[in-house]
């Protein structure tokens, strides 16, 4: 709680100054919860910038905590499919998921969801790594000097996830009937995370849904082009 205190009270006053920090402080006073949404809000709007040092280790020890107080799933101990032992199926929350990779459903931004509370897999895989994240995220970006085009991959520390890595995914806008095109930028999205993970030496690779929240894709169809994708990239793998 004391750290959570310490990081609202830091992101109020650099937000809003002090003058007005007071009374927002004290409408959240005592109530986790509360101030945990508070927080959240904060990070979501706030820019990639410097943070002091006192910040990012009462921030890493709120977020570790909160994090363990979820409960954290071993993908080791998961069950394989019975149609392929190589996949397992799993309905969680993969901020709680400690695998070697997990892959988030990003826009062309690759910064993050900026919409206050907003409880899409980027706004929570950013909100619960830290702010490290979009930091990361931002330099990558600067560099590349251009939106991050659909079907590609990137990854990035997972920092105070459970995991080792995050592979950022743009998946395609299908608002429901998708192309043919669209359908191949899906399977794409799905070999270049592989690829990704398989450059740094992950194992194991846990897959959110891309595209079928706001991004419309529907969910049986994108969930048999994931998997066929992934079993012809495993293939594919075994023979060389």
């Known amino acids: 709680m004391k750290d959570l205190e310490y990081c609202v009270e830091y992101l109020v006053r650099e937000r809003y100054g002090d003058d007005d920090a007071e009374e927002l402080l004290a409408s959240a ?27 990012l280790q009462a921030q890493d020890r709120m ?40 892959v988030n459903a990003a826009n062309s931004q690759m910064l993050g969801c900026w919409v206050p509370g907003h409880f899409c897999i980027d706004n929570a895989i950013h909100t619960f790594a830290g702010i490290q994240l979009r930091a990361e995220c931002a330099k990558l970006m600067k560099e590349q000097g251009y939106p991050e085009p659909t079907g590609m991959a990137k990854i990035t520390s997972a920092y105070n996830l459970p995991s080792k890595w995050i592979i950022h995914t743009v998946g395609p806008i299908a608002n429901g009937r998708p192309t043919d095109v669209d359908c191949a930028s899906l399977a794409d999205c799905y070999r270049r995370c592989l690829d990704a ?34 079993r012809n990239w495993l293939d594919s793998y075994a023979h060389n």
Request: charged share 30%.
């Open 197 to 230: 993970a398989d450059e740094v030496g992950a194992k194991s690779v846990a897959f959110c849904c891309i595209s079928t929240g706001v991004f419309g894709f529907p969910q049986k169809e994108a969930a048999e082009i994931a998997v066929k994708a992934v």
């Open 63 to 102: 977020l570790k905590s909160r994090i363990g107080d979820a409960g954290i799933t071993d993908a080791a101990g998961l069950q394989r499919s019975a149609a392929d032992k190589r996949i397992f199926l799993w309905r969680g929350d993969i901020t709680t998921l400690r695998v070697d990779a997990i």
């Open 29 to 55: 006073e005592g109530n986790a919860d509360k101030l945990f949404s508070v927080y959240r809000n904060l990070v979501n709007v706030r820019e990639a910038k410097p943070v002091s040092d006192e910040f």
